[in-house]
């Protein structure tokens, strides 16, 4: 920064702030905290190499990650964010079973709110059920299976389908 005021890192780690300190566009003095945890969780050394290796345009989003990754550190140490990505994906599971329960239920009640079908038949309706009952006739000639003795060839028979 080399102006009136270090960075943050500069100030927390104690030393001058350089012209070209690597971290003072990253880490204005008027945040400390937001270097603090970086610090605590990565170390600077290893935060400094690595924005080092980073192009320029990518460094913004890349301390964001940073920060964000650290505080979950702070909050699980074991897990850090894959632990909170974890726990939100678990969530979204559950709200989906029940968005899915919620609809079937919903389905039911429109079910048995729908008005039963018609008991009087007009004239055509009649006639297409009697055309396509007749076409079932047919059927029982496909189901003929070689010379098999107990399988009954009508299916429109009461009687067991086996013998």
């Known amino acids: 920064m080399g102006g009136s005021s270090p960075c943050a890192s ?21 945040d400390p905290h937001k270097f603090a945890i970086v610090h605590k969780v990565f170390g600077a050394s290893n935060v400094s190499k690595m924005l080092q290796e980073i192009p320029i345009h990518q460094r913004v989003d890349a301390v964001s990650s940073l920060v964000y990754e650290a505080n979950a550190r702070v ?3 074991v897990y850090g964010c894959v632990g909170a990505i974890s726990y939100l994906q678990n969530q979204v599971s559950q709200l989906q ?6 609809q079937a239920e919903m389905n039911c009640i429109q079910m048995q709110q729908e008005p039963t079908l018609p008991t009087q038949l007009d004239q055509d309706e009649k006639a297409l059920l009697l055309a ?16 098999s003795s107990n399988v009954i060839q009508d299916p429109l028979k009461r009687e067991s389908l086996w013998t």
């Open 10 to 30: 500069c100030k927390l780690l104690r030393r001058r702030c350089a012209k070209d300190c690597i971290f003072a566009p990253y880490f204005p003095s008027d």
């Open 75 to 77: 909050r699980d140490p």
């Open 97 to 102: 079973i029940q968005l899915a329960a919620t």
């Open 132 to 147: 396509s009952s007749n076409n079932f006739n047919n059927i029982p000639q496909y189901f003929n299976f070689a010379s």
